[in-house]
């Protein structure tokens, strides 16, 4: 009868572990590499999409609206 139950909390934790690796390794608000790349937010182009899911939004069609640094 626990079996269910160590299933359920073993898949959640599991789930929970490898969204927080996404969020550390593909979030572009996360810095690794500080000497190569400090602000990787700016290597950013207009249609990446980063985030986990988005409504209706076609990120192929954006264009640049913001400056280079």
């Known amino acids: 009868q626990l079996i269910p139950l160590f299933v359920i909390i073993g898949s959640g934790g ?3 572990s490898l969204y927080l690796m996404r969020l550390a390794m593909f979030n572009p ?9 400090p602000e990787p ?7 990446d999409q980063y985030k ?4 209706n939004m076609d990120y192929s069609n954006l264009k640049k609206d ?3 640094f």
């Open 29 to 37: 608000d996360v810095s690794w590499d500080r000497k190569n790349n």
């Open 14 to 16: 599991v789930g929970a």
């Open 52 to 55: 986990f899911f988005s409504v």
């Open 41 to 47: 937010w700016n290597k950013m182009a207009p249609n």
């Open 66 to 68: 913001r400056p280079d």
